[in-house]
């Protein structure tokens, strides 16, 4: 039978009591996470989001409320009044912050009951139901107590941010949802006007242009927790709408931003009680590159970097490597510590892995009580042992060689210096490493549609020293695209980004050519930007700023390699919303008053 609250209140939740609490009456209220049934006794283990306390009720004390308990199931909600007692000694419970004590129950109240439940909820971490299921009925997986944990790390993390940017001096301004495309790289989600026949909104992708005008409009210093929409192929840290620490302000300079940035995570990282090092050390997008193949460097894990191999293999007959050379590529290896010891089937997996990134081959050289090596007969004894000198490699190690493009090697190798630290368990836990890289290129190459994109976005400054080289790029000199510098800078930490942003640029004739040099004439770029254009040409302050990641950052703090354990409702892989069943139908009435018709092909 349910039972009416009526006017009975909590004295305490259910992670609150202690043996300072004993010969104390109190009343919990929460769920029943597990019930035991012992005959004349049973015991209930009661959850909220603060904990779980044992609960305890004696048929001789009281037979009422043992009655009751014996038609409790998982998750009714309850009410129960008695008395906190202490356990036996041998009944206490240490993984518990309740487990010194329980409560002996003189009246209990089923205040709803619940069916049985789709999945199980105290599963462990690595055998818990498919996620499909536990996202379909989201409310029940959120009852989880890690769930809960993060969402409440996340609540504090915002807090903290409000309140550092608040002490810095910034405005929290909140722009739009409903504007007109930004381009950031990736699709927009639109929104259909109805007074507007024909027309569309755009979700912003982020406040980019909004922050800008904000700069314009003389406000010096914003920041916002922005909610960014993008309709992009989903990866594991990629949701179609999160949010960011959204940031600019006006005669800005790089080291004001790292700045600002470093003493903002010091604090946020100072809540799972991290000591973040400032200042971040900086290192330019070519030496990352160069050094870890990869633009998101973990810097947790030691050494193996990458190794150029190109040098000694020159004059090289052997016709793979002669031909990567001879095409402008680079031979580059990284060693293993201690990895003479890997076996013929882990090499053949790093192999198939390497291949994932691109790469032809994988050749391996180990210093074993014998030299062996996948190149010896192509190669020879004398410069397989000079490739393991040169890449610094000790007896015992191993080295690994990846041969090709500049960018296929980064990756593979990049890929595998991460992918052999995770297998060997050489990434220490709570370490936190970041860095600054800057210098990135101004314009990535996209091959499949031969032209240049921004590889930040298109509001980002060139740097001064390379001004000239992009006015020649955008008259003619096309092939000086690729070595244009822009004041792009992003923060990484454990090879997580988490923030990115840069100086923008600020004169309307710099603007233009930025965006002649992305293909766009003069009447597309009136017809997109016109506003932002002119807005440009009244005055104008030099500004920058940058975008912080909420759940990429959090998922360092955690730490979870999933985005959905970060937020309370996310999408599925394939941006689906499975507990309201989002994206869905409309009715006609719907469609006919937006002016829309459904063809589908
Ligand atoms: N708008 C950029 C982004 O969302 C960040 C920035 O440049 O501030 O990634």
């Given at each position: 039978?349910?039972?009416?609250?009526?006017?009975?209140?909590?004295?305490?939740?259910?992670?609150?009591?202690?043996?300072?609490h004993v010969?104390q009456?109190?009343?919990?209220?929460?769920?029943?996470?597990r019930?035991?049934?012992?005959?004349?006794?049973?015991?209930?283990?009661?959850?909220d989001?603060?904990g779980?306390?044992?609960?305890?009720?004696?048929?001789?004390?009281?037979a009422?409320?043992?009655t009751?308990?014996?038609?409790?199931?998982?998750e009714?909600v309850?009410?129960?009044?008695?008395?906190?007692?202490l356990?036996?000694?041998?009944?206490?419970?240490?993984?518990?912050?309740?487990?010194d004590?329980?409560?002996?129950?003189?009246?209990?109240?089923i205040?709803?009951?619940a069916?049985?439940?789709?999945?199980q909820?105290?599963?462990?971490?690595?055998?818990l139901?498919?996620?499909?299921?536990?996202?379909?009925?989201?409310?029940?997986?959120?009852r989880?107590?890690?769930?809960?944990?993060?969402l409440?790390?996340?609540?504090?993390?915002?807090?903290?941010?409000n309140?550092?940017?608040?002490?810095?001096?910034?405005?929290?301004?909140?722009?739009?949802?409903?504007i007109?495309?930004?381009?950031?790289?990736?699709?927009?989600?639109?929104?259909?006007?109805?007074?507007?026949?024909?027309?569309?909104?755009?979700?912003?992708?982020?406040?980019?242009?909004?922050?800008?005008?904000?700069?314009?409009?003389?406000?010096?210093?914003?920041?916002?927790?922005?909610?960014?929409?993008?309709?992009?192929?989903?990866?594991?840290?990629?949701?179609?709408?999160?949010?960011?620490?959204?940031?600019?302000?006006?005669?800005?300079?790089?080291?004001q931003?790292?700045?600002?940035?470093?003493?903002?995570?010091a604090?946020?990282?100072?809540?799972?009680?991290?000591?973040?090092?400032?200042?971040?050390?900086?290192?330019?997008f070519?030496?990352?590159?160069?050094?870890?193949?990869?633009?998101?460097?973990?810097?947790?894990?030691d050494?193996?970097?990458?190794?150029?191999?190109?040098?000694?293999?020159a004059?090289?007959?052997?016709?793979?490597?002669?031909?990567?050379?001879?095409?402008?590529?680079?031979?580059?290896?990284i060693?293993?510590?201690?990895?003479?010891?890997?076996?013929?089937?882990?090499?053949?997996?790093?192999?198939?892995?390497?291949?994932?990134?691109?790469?032809?081959?994988l050749?391996w050289i180990?210093?074993?009580?014998?030299?062996?090596s996948?190149l010896?007969?192509a190669?020879?004894?004398d410069?397989?042992?000079?490739?393991?000198?040169?890449?610094?490699?000790?007896?015992?190690?191993?080295?690994?060689i990846?041969a090709?493009?500049?960018?296929?090697?980064a990756a593979s190798?990049?890929a595998?210096?991460?992918?052999?630290?995770h297998?060997?368990?050489?990434?220490?836990?709570n370490?936190?490493?970041?860095?600054?890289?800057?210098?990135?290129?101004?314009?990535?190459?996209?091959?499949?549609?031969?032209?240049?994109y921004?590889?930040h976005h298109p509001?980002?400054?060139?740097?001064?020293?390379?001004?000239?080289?992009?006015?020649?790029?955008?008259?003619g000199?096309?092939?000086?695209?690729?070595q244009?510098?822009?004041?792009?800078?992003?923060?990484?930490?454990?090879g997580?980004?988490?923030?990115?942003?840069?100086i923008?640029?600020?004169?309307?004739?710099?603007?233009s050519?930025?965006?002649?040099?992305l293909g766009m004439?003069?009447?597309?770029?009136?017809?997109?930007?016109?506003?932002?254009l002119?807005?440009?040409?009244?005055?104008?302050?030099?500004?920058?700023?940058?975008?912080?990641?909420?759940?990429?950052?959090l998922?360092?703090?955690?730490?979870?390699?999933?985005?959905?354990?970060?937020?309370?409702?996310?999408?599925?892989?394939?941006?689906?919303?499975l507990?309201?069943?989002?994206?869905g139908?409309?009715?006609?009435?719907?469609?006919?008053?937006?002016?829309?018709?459904?063809?589908?092909?």
């Amino acid at each position: 039978m349910i039972e009416n609250l009526n006017n009975r209140e909590r004295t305490h939740s259910c992670g609150a009591l202690r043996t300072e609490h004993v010969g104390q009456r109190v009343t919990l209220m929460g769920w029943c996470a597990r019930r035991r049934d012992f005959g004349p006794l049973t015991f209930i283990d009661l959850r909220d989001r603060d904990g779980i306390t044992q609960i305890v009720i004696n048929q001789e004390k009281a037979a009422a409320a043992s009655t009751k308990a014996k038609e409790i199931r998982g998750e009714y909600v309850l009410a129960a009044m008695g008395e906190v007692v202490l356990r036996d000694e041998s009944a206490r419970n240490p993984k518990l912050s309740t487990g010194d004590i329980e409560v002996q129950v003189s009246e209990i109240f089923i205040l709803n009951d619940a069916r049985t439940l789709p999945f199980q909820l105290d599963a462990a971490e690595d055998a818990l139901a498919a996620e499909d299921l536990r996202l379909k009925y989201r409310y029940l997986d959120l009852r989880r107590p890690q769930l809960q944990a993060n969402l409440r790390l996340r609540h504090r993390m915002l807090l903290e941010i409000n309140q550092y940017m608040d002490e810095q001096g910034f405005t929290q301004i909140e722009t739009p949802n409903l504007i007109k495309s930004t381009p950031e790289g990736a699709r927009d989600y639109i929104v259909p006007s109805r007074v507007q026949p024909g027309k569309f909104f755009a979700l912003p992708q982020s406040p980019q242009i909004f922050k800008q005008i904000c700069m314009i409009a003389g406000l010096d210093k914003y920041y916002q927790i922005a909610r960014c929409f993008r309709d992009e192929d989903l990866r594991a840290d990629r949701q179609p709408e999160f949010s960011q620490l959204d940031v600019e302000l006006s005669f800005a300079t790089p080291d004001q931003i790292y700045q600002l940035v470093e003493g903002l995570f010091a604090r946020i990282f100072g809540l799972v009680g991290a000591d973040l090092q400032t200042p971040f050390p900086r290192l330019s997008f070519a030496e990352v590159m160069r050094r870890f193949g990869s633009d998101k460097p973990d810097l947790r894990i030691d050494g193996m970097e990458l190794q150029d191999l190109s040098e000694r293999l020159a004059e090289t007959t052997f016709a793979p490597y002669a031909a990567a050379l001879e095409r402008g590529g680079r031979i580059k290896g990284i060693v293993v510590t201690g990895g003479a010891s890997m076996s013929r089937k882990a090499l053949d997996e790093l192999q198939e892995f390497a291949k994932r990134y691109g790469a032809s081959a994988l050749a391996w050289i180990k210093l074993g009580d014998e030299l062996s090596s996948s190149l010896l007969k192509a190669l020879g004894n004398d410069t397989v042992v000079d490739l393991a000198g040169i890449a610094g490699a000790q007896k015992g190690d191993a080295v690994l060689i990846v041969a090709g493009k500049s960018d296929v090697v980064a990756a593979s190798l990049g890929a595998l210096r991460n992918e052999i630290a995770h297998r060997e368990n050489l990434i220490p836990e709570n370490v936190f490493k970041p860095l600054w890289e800057t210098e990135f290129p101004m314009f990535e190459y996209h091959a499949d549609d031969d032209r240049y994109y921004s590889m930040h976005h298109p509001f980002t400054s060139p740097l001064d020293e390379d001004v000239a080289l992009f006015e020649r790029a955008v008259n003619g000199e096309k092939e000086l695209f690729g070595q244009i510098r822009a004041k792009a800078y992003d923060a990484v930490i454990n090879g997580v980004e988490v923030a990115g942003g840069s100086i923008r640029i600020h004169r309307r004739d710099v603007q233009s050519l930025v965006f002649k040099a992305l293909g766009m004439t003069e009447e597309m770029a009136r017809a997109r930007f016109g506003f932002f254009l002119e807005a440009l040409s009244y005055g104008t302050p030099p500004h920058g700023g940058i975008a912080s990641g909420i759940e990429r950052t959090l998922m360092v703090l955690v730490p979870t390699e999933n985005i959905r354990d970060v937020m309370a409702f996310p999408k599925t892989a394939s941006a689906q919303d499975l507990m309201i069943d989002a994206p869905g139908e409309v009715d006609a009435k719907q469609l006919e008053d937006l002016h829309l018709r459904v063809q589908l092909d």
